[in-house]
C-alpha cells in the first residue's frame, strides 16, 4: 500500500486534533489541511475575552500556525483555501486559493470535513448596517475592538442571552460599555432550565445589564449620530452604538448536502460511530455532525470545542484501521460572567421532556462550596435529574460563586460511567475546611436523591404548589420565616415540632419547607414515623425564591 | 419488640453522624451519646485555622451542642462522660461522669463506638514541659491560642510534617510566628509519594519555613527566657518559644480491647461491612476502625472525617435492619498552604509497594488549569498511577495553585466506579477559557496513559535514569536546552528530528524528554515510525527537575 493521502476540510478543533492524530498514527500519510480562513487551529472560545482585552495579544489567540504544522507534523496547512465541491466518484476536491483565484484539485484517499459552524444571522432588516458584527473568528473579533476602540460606544445591544452572548456582554460591560441582552426566550441561558438560569438572570441585572426578554428582534434601524436602533417585534427601541449577534450557530453543510452525504434530523451531517459519513471514504467531526446524546441518546447539535477534539482523534483513529467507537456527547458546559460560574452536564429538564423521557426526577439543593465556618461559604445551587426506577444519574446543572465546575465534572464523570445516586453518596471527594465539607455538595445531592428512592423522604413536586391544597409547614425559626417565606404556609420550628404534632391533621397532605430542604428532610422523617402524609419541597426557601421570582405561588413554568 | 436503647461512645464526626441518622430512621428509638470531651460535634479539621486566627470565632467551631441534639432530634447528649468500662454479657456501659465522679451504668440494645483518635505523644524526655502542644480539641486550640497570645512566641517547633503539621506551619506563620518543621521521614507528607511532597517541600521553604527532615525528636529541654529546645536524634538543636506535636494519631481503643473485640493488624478495631464489630451488638466508626482500601484491598488506618461521616451513617442504618454495605476508603484527602493545593486520591506508589501490586504503571504531567492563552494559566503536577494489564484507574496526585482539588475529585470518582484511563480519555469536562482545556489534564492523564497502554508510547523508567546506557534525547528548542537539561542529553529539536535522524543510532535505545513530555511524544512517535527504538521520559524536564532537586542525576528513591 502507498502513501495515504487525507485530506481535511477545516483546521480548527476537530480538523486540527486529527490532523495531529493521524501524523502520529502515521507517519507516511501525505496531510493536507484546506481551510477558508486566515487561521486554522484559533482559539474561538478566547475570541469574547480578546474583544474585551481580558486576552490583550493576538497573538495568544493562535494555537499553532501552518508553519508549525509544517516543521512539527509535515502537514501541508493552506488556509484562504476553499474548498467548492466533492467529486465522490473521483475522490477529488474542487478548491479555489480565495487569495490568487486560482482553482484546482485535490485529491483524496480519505476525507474529513471539519468545517465547523456559522453564526446565525437571520436576514432582518437593516442587519447589514455598520456597527452590527458576528463573533466566530479573529478577524471579527479584530473587527469589534476596533469599532470599539475607534467609535468609543457607550451602548451595546447584545443579540441572544446564550453563553457567547453573556461572555460578550461581561466583556463589553468590562470595556466600560452599558450593554442590553435582547433573547427571544424566555430566560438567558436557554440550554439550561429556567429556574437555574434565573439565577444568572440576577447577577446580570446586579451588574446593570438591561435584559429584554421573551421578545425578538425585527430590525435594525440608522439612528442619529452614527448609532443604531434595534427594534424587537414587542415594539421595544434600544438604541445601540454597537450590536452582537450572538443568537447561535448552524452547521457549515452546503458542502455535505452538494454531496449527497447523509444529513441528520437537526441539520448536521450523519456519521457513525466512527465519525464516518453515508461514503465510507468521508469522515466528518466536530460543530457540522449530529451526535448522539449519551443520557437521552438523541441527536443532537453540540457545538463544543472539547467533543470536537474527540471526535477528531476518533476520526484520525479509524483512519488509520484501528478500532475506535465514538460514544457521544453529554453536553457538558461551563460559563462565567460577573463572578458567576453556570455549569451543566448531561440531560436537563428539558431535554429529558424533549427526549420524552418520563422516568425521572429531580431535587434542588443548596450547600455551601466549603463548610460555613471557613471564611467565605458561599451557596451552590444545584439541580440533580436521576432516573426514577434505579436512581441513574441523568444531569445536573449549578450556579455559584466558587466550585460549581468542581462538582459538576465530578458529576459528569458519574454520568459518563453510569452511576448511580447511591454512588454519589459514597463518593469520597477532597475534603479540607478551605475545600469542601466531609459532606461534599456531591454527596449531599446523593444523599437526598437516594432518600428520595428509598422512599425515606418524598418529594412534593414544585410545579403543583400554585395548585395544591396541602397544607404548608415552614420549620424554619420565627426570624427567619418572618424575613420571608411561602403564602399561605404557617411555621413550626423543627425543635418544637414533635411538641405541636396535634396542630397538624393526619388528614391532609402536608408539605414541608425550610431554608435550603434540610431541616423539612428531619421533619419529614419525624411525621412521616407519626403517621402523617409529609413530603419535602426539596430546596426550601431558597429553591421557592428562583422558582417565584414575584414571591407569590405562581411556578415557573419547568 | 419496645424502644431500642442505642448507646454512641463518642459524638464527633462518626458518632454524631450515626446519631442524627438513627433518629431518622427511628423516631423511637432511645439514642444516648456519651463523650469524655467538652464538646461533641465540633469541627476539628479547622482547628489549626482557629489558631492561626483565619476562623475568628470560637463558637463557629460546634457544628451542634447538646441542646440542639436534645431539641431537633429528641438525642440525649452527655459531654464530659467517659465510658470506662463494656459488659458486653449484661449489654451495659460502666461510666463516669468527668464533672462529678459520680459512676453510672449504661444499658443498651445497640452501642456504636467512635472514639476517634488520639495524637501521638512520644515519651520523650521534656515532652511535658509547658509551651509543648498537641491539638486534636477546641481546648488543646484554646491553649495554643492563650500562649501565643500571652508569650507572644518568635519560633515555633512544628513535629511532623504531615497534613495537620503544615497546616499548623502555615497558621503559625500566618501568625508571624518563625516556623521550623522536624519530620522523622526524608520528605513532608509523608503520604505522598516522595517526588510529589517535593513541590511542597519547595513551597514551604520558599515561605521561609525552616525544614529539618529525615531526622527526629531524641527529647525536649528548657532553655533560656523559658524558651524550649529541640534536640534531635541526628544531634541538631532548634531553640522553640512554642512546639506543637503533629506526628499523627493512634486510634482510641482502650475500651474495644478491654472488651476483647477483636483487632486488626494496623491497631484499629475490626469491622465488617456493616460497621459491626466481632460482638453482634456492638459497631465501631471513625478513625478507631480499620478499614479496607478500595485500590489496594489493605487494612487501613484512615482518620478522615469523609469516611468517618459515611460509617456512621452505614453503622446507623444496620442498626435499623437496612441493606448497608460500606465499601471501603480510597483516602481521598487535600492539604492547602502558602497558595499550594496538594490532593490525592487512590493508591500511592509507596501503597502498592506496600500492598505488593506490581502490575501498574505511572505517568506525570504538567498541564496548566486552564488554557495558556487565558490570563493566569499555571500548571497542575499530576502523577497518575494505573493498571498496566487493563488500564483501570489506581491513584493519583496532584499539586498546584489552582483546580487540583476538582481534578482529583473527578479521578476519586473514577476510581469509585471502577473507571480505566481509556475513560478519563473519554471525560467530558467543563470547559471555557477561563475553566479548563478543551482536553483537560484528566483527558491528558487518560490519553497519556492510554497510549502507554495502546502501545503508541513506550515510557522509560525516570527510576533507571541514574543507570541506563540510553542515548538521551532532548527535543526542545535550543534556548530551553541551554536554560537547563538533563546531563549527557543531546539536544535536536522536534522540528529538526526528521532531518537529522542519521544522527541516531538504531541500535541503542533512545529517552527521549522535552519540557513535559508532548513533544517528546510526538518524537517517539516520528521515532518508532523510522525504526528507532524510543521511550519519553513521562513528563519530561518539569518531571526531572523534581526527581533531581540536585539537577544531577540521582533519583529520588521511589
Known sequence: M????VVIVGGVAGGATCA?????????????????????SFANCGLPYYVGNVIQEEAKLLLATPAFFKEVFCIDVRTRNEVTAIDREARTLSVRDLETGREYRESYDALVLSPGAAPICPPWPGVDLPGIF???TVPDSREIKHWIETRKPNRAVVVGGGFIGLEMAENLAHRGIDVTIVELANQVMPPLDPEMAEYAKQRLESHGVNL??????????????ESLIVRTQGGAAFDADLVVLAIGVRPETNLARDASLEMGQRGGIRVDSQMRTS??????????????????SQWELVPLAGPANRQGRAAADAICGREVRFDGVQATAVCGF????????GATEKALHRAEMKDYLSIYLHPNQHVGYYPGAQAIHLKLLFRKSDGRVLGAQGVGEEGVERRIDVIANAIQMKATVFDLEEAELCYAPQYGAAKDPVNLAGMIAANVLRGDADLAPWNDLDSTLAFLLDVREPHEF???????SVNIPLGQL??????????????????????????CRILAQHGFRARNLSGGYSTFRVLHPLGIRQTLVL
Open 482 to 488: 418572618n424575613a420571608g417565606s411561602i403564602p399561605d
Open 338 to 345: 460577573f463572578g458567576l460560574t453556570v455549569a451543566l452536564t
Open 279 to 296: 461514503d465510507p471514504h468521508i469522515w466528518a467531526v466536530g460543530d457540522a455532525v449530529e451526535v448522539r446524546n449519551r443520557v437521552t
Open 20 to 40: 495531529a492524530r493521524l501524523r502520529r498514527l502515521d507517519e507516511n500519510a501525505e496531510i493536507v489541511v484546506l481551510d477558508r480562513g486566515h487561521y486554522v
Open 2 to 5: 502507498g502513501k495515504k493521502r
Open 498 to 523: 414533635r411538641l405541636r404534632l396535634r396542630e397538624l391533621s393526619q388528614s391532609e397532605e402536608i408539605w414541608v419547607t425550610c431554608g435550603v430542604g434540610q431541616r423539612a428532610y428531619y421533619a
Open 134 to 136: 458576528t463573533l466566530r
Open 212 to 225: 429584554s426578554l421573551g421578545d425578538g428582534v425585527a430590525e435594525f434601524a440608522q439612528g442619529s449620530n
